[in-house]
């Protein structure tokens, strides 16, 4: 599957969560996964993004690069409460199966990605889109030896 789904039934699902009445600058990007083909998922879900505030937009998938994946990952600084303080980042996939996730250090004003081989005007497939990196909750838990 394009969700980071590999073979064997794996699928990952990316969401928003955020805590009842406190508002989206708590939110953060979350996964679950599911080796099942989708009949049963981890119960704990992993943050993708240490960042609190972040959320992705409703119908966005991850495109699938040469690499890996990318994201694009909204986010709300705490003590805002309308969209003139939003900023964008990109999350970039260590793995072709969408487990281990990176924040490329990049500003980002209206983030877009795009499949592989679908270039843009000018474009060039497969091109390095970002510099320093951070490591993801996601990439962190799996260190530390935690499941999704």
Known sequence: GR????GGGRLVLMHTAQPARRG??????VMRVSDDRGISWS????PMLTRRGSFIRHGLLPAQTVTGMLLPVYFTPRGMSNTAGQGAVMLRSEDQHGLRWRE???PVV?????EAGETPRGGTEGANVGGGETESGAEAAAEAGETP
Do not use: D
């Open 3 to 6: 969700c980071g789904g590999g």
């Open 24 to 29: 989206q600058a708590e939110g953060r990007v």
């Open 110 to 114: 209206e983030p877009a990605a795009a």
């Open 43 to 46: 119960s704990n879900p992993v």
């Open 104 to 106: 490329i250090k990049e």
